[in-house]
């Protein structure tokens, strides 16, 4: 990264503030797809302990495409399983259920428990592999829009920098506010955040216990005559405790009261040690008749949450956008605030790519506010309505709190999530699918993964090892048996053309980048730019007996991109017939745009023709080329 220099505006095509799980993975997709970018973080130092830990399935399906969850996973819990405990009709604490943490089709059907200091570590250093680094200490000022005095920088940013003490002015053509509940991204546009539901104040701690309580090891939610906390298990065998500070509690922090305690298990920070006296009680009470005594902890603190939504998520020129805290927040209950977060990231960085690069619409970027506002809503909904059953102690285990709980599984776990209708979702499906199968081809819906054969190595592997978030979009040809029948020649044919997805956004220009080379989550070459259409073909016919290079053009080409279905299954699990087979275009974030038959290609190209652009009109002339000689670094004083 160029140092600042004295003197000298700085300049970028994107500028982060904030730098939490969700600036970190807004910074990390567009430095993959070849963006120039900038974060600033008024923190001197990255997070090392406590705050969000979970890692929902959809969220850890991310992470793998992104070549990132092994490295968490060796450092983190799997949670496969909750209880529920509460009072039995003799008043003694029992437990009433237990089940599943995950019920929804996925490869990883299980929380991933991670310290949010080992997400943020991750990520940075990936990010720095790719010669970015966040800035520190910097503080967003404030900032101002003016396309008429430079249509190509419209944003100029003041940031303090604490370590010089000037103010800098920054130079960009779009603003992400990741900066938290607070945010200063949000004030200045002048975006209010509506409250949902009332405020709430909390308890967390991350601690380790001589207990013998049969559960230590499952997420557990217990109630009792004295209140109620929610244990999740870590690594280590520590756990995080969550409870629900009473009125009681709070008067006794805020009036700085001594607790009974006069020794310790840890040198704690300064006006944690009554949080820490209330705890202890707490739990001893809670928990009885099982010993809960803490030995040791790593983290403590307390916090307000209250669930709101603001009213916009991105401003009326369609150049800021607010993501994670700034523009939701909600109740931890079902530990979504950093999932939801780093999906907002997700969701809006390839779209930012794609205009930047010249190869979509503008228009496409306010599909950010349409799809995750949609699915902010649908969340405060059921967090405003979980939090209410939660806080009954008599409900807790009840037939109406486990229904809650059932239903929400595809919601919580991330995977049942659908986007609505819209410029990138065609909800109309020209295709027989199965709706009664695990998981039918739905658009608005992520694609799930199956477990394939891959053609040019038989080796077995599963789709997301396979599907590398490289900013591209997805072609996904599910063809069943039928390769050697006219409907798969005619729809070859149609691919190989000049008409083409593959190649009608890409033609007489740079980036066409012929023959596919190998890449898999691990082995990612792509160049921004190089290629932006992908091709898979999944068959359910014996590998062994199909030659690659007699498939019709253009699967040649993409060998690599050739697999065997063993059994069916995969297609069945979609809901798709080997009789008939399905096409479906995925978008670059694993979303599923349209699902046709395999003789409407040409449907494809038409749904993609109202938002890409095809670059043989724009002569080469790309937003982002507008950098000239720009440097990053200056300050004003």
């Not at 990255?46 to 399935?57: E, T």
């Not at 992520?446 to 072609?475: A, C, K, Q, Y």
């Not at 956004?505 to 932006?532: D, I, P």
Request: hydrophobic residues 40%.
């Amino acid at each position: 990264m160029p140092p600042s220099i004295p003197g000298v505006d700085a300049y970028c095509d994107v500028l982060i503030v904030g730098a939490g799980p969700s600036g970190y993975l807004a910074g990390l997709t567009l430095a993959r797809y070849g963006v120039d970018l900038r974060i600033i973080d008024k923190r001197p130092t990255r997070i090392q302990v406590g705050y969000s830990s979970g890692l929902q399935p959809r969220m850890q399906e991310i992470l793998q495409t992104l070549g990132l969850l092994d490295k968490l996973d060796a450092k983190g819990n799997r949670m496969s399983e909750t209880a529920f405990w509460g009072p039995d009709a003799s008043g003694h604490l029992s437990r009433s259920s237990v089940g599943p943490e995950v019920t929804s089709a996925t490869p990883f059907p299980h929380v991933l428990v991670v310290d949010q200091g080992d997400m943020e570590g991750a990520l940075d250093e990936d990010l720095k592999a790719r010669g970015y680094e966040v800035n520190r200490p910097m503080e967003l000022v404030h900032y101002a829009y003016d396309d008429m005095a430079d249509p190509h920088w419209p944003i100029t940013a003041y940031v303090r920098n604490y370590s010089s003490g000037a103010i800098e002015v920054w130079h960009t053509k779009y603003l992400l506010g990741a900066d938290g509940a607070a945010s200063i991204v949000r004030h200045v546009a002048g975006v209010h955040q509506q409250p949902n539901g009332g405020e709430e104040v909390w308890a967390v701690a991350d601690v380790w216990a001589e207990s013998d309580f049969p559960d230590i090891r499952r997420r557990c939610a217990v109630w009792s005559a004295h209140g109620g906390c929610m244990l999740i298990p870590n690594r280590e065998n520590g756990f995080r405790i969550y409870f629900q500070l009473q009125g009681q509690d709070l008067s006794l922090l805020d009036a700085g009261t001594s607790g009974p305690f006069t020794s310790r298990p840890v040198a704690l920070p300064e006006n944690s040690t009554l949080l820490f006296d209330i705890l202890q009680t707490r739990m001893r009470d809670i928990m009885a008749p099982f010993k809960m005594e803490i030995i040791r902890v790593s983290w403590i603190s307390r916090y307000r949450v209250s669930q709101g939504i603001a009213s916009h998520f991105m401003d009326s020129t369609a150049r800021i956008f607010l993501l994670g805290d700034a523009c939701h927040t909600q109740s931890p209950k079902a530990g979504q605030g950093m999932n939801l977060g780093m999906m907002d990231a997700f969701n809006l960085t390839w779209k930012l790519a794609l205009v930047l690069e010249g190869l979509a619409k503008p228009e496409i970027l306010k599909t950010y506010e349409l799809e995750r506002r949609y699915l902010s809503n649908q969340f405060i909904e059921f967090d405003i309505k979980f939090a209410h059953i939660y806080l009954q102690k008599e409900a807790l285990g009840s037939p109406e709190f486990l229904t809650v709980w059932r239903q929400s599984h595809g919601f919580i776990s991330g995977c049942g999530h659908r986007y609505p209708e819209g410029l990138l979702t065609r909800s109309s499906i020209r295709a027989r699918i199965n709706q009664s199968a695990r998981e039918p081809l739905t658009p608005g819906k992520r694609l799930h993964s199956m477990m394939l054969i891959r053609h040019m190595d038989g080796t077995r592997v599963g789709l997301f090892d396979d599907m590398p978030s490289n900013g591209s979009f997805h072609i996904f040809i599910l063809a069943g048996k039928l390769m050697t029948f006219a409907i798969f020649k005619a729809m070859s044919n149609y691919l190989a053309s000049p008409e083409s997805p593959l190649t009608y956004f890409t033609r007489n220009s740079s980036h066409v980048s012929g023959a596919f080379q190998f890449e898999n989550v691990a082995q990612s070459g792509l160049v921004s730019g190089s290629r932006h259409m992908d091709l898979y073909l999944i068959h359910t016919s014996n590998h062994l007996e199909v030659e690659l290079s007699k498939l019709p053009k253009p699967f040649p080409e993409w060998t690599s991109r050739v697999y065997e279905d063993p059994g069916g299954e995969g297609h069945a699990s979609h809901g798709v017939s080997e009789k008939d087979g399905a096409l479906a275009l995925v978008r670059p974030d694993g979303y599923i745009t349209m699902v046709t038959n395999l003789d409407n290609g040409r449907g494809v190209l038409e749904c993609l023709k109202d938002f890409m652009i095809d670059v043989s009109s724009q002569y080469g002339i790309f937003e982002s080329d507008f950098r000239g000689s720009h440097s990053l670094g200056g300050s004003i004083m």
